[in-house]
């Protein structure tokens, strides 16, 4: 049986639902509208509007492929945003 990383402590979610929302963004892997909107106790349409927001502030979130076999995509900020 092949072993497995320790999976990386979950973020510390306090102050503001837009700042929370960049620290979930700020994950290598990036999060599914779905995974966003359950963290942060949204609807997806909330949560998609709440993106839209983020590049309206200038901010490039990146809309990455959809991971094993899932058809979500999956959005991150971009590295030079950080």
Not at 45 to 54: K, N, Q, S
Not at 57 to 81: F, H, L, P
């Amino acid at each position: 049986m092949a072993r497995r990383k320790p999976a990386a402590p979950a973020p510390v979610l306090t102050g503001p639902k837009s700042e929370q929302l960049k620290i979930l963004l700020a994950s290598a892997a990036g999060e599914t509208i779905a995974n966003l909107a359950a963290k942060l106790g949204w609807q997806p349409h909330t949560t998609r509007a709440a993106l839209t927001r983020l590049k309206q502030a200038g901010i490039t979130v990146e809309k990455m492929e959809a991971a094993d076999g899932s058809r979500q995509s999956r959005y991150r900020i971009a590295s030079n945003q950080k």
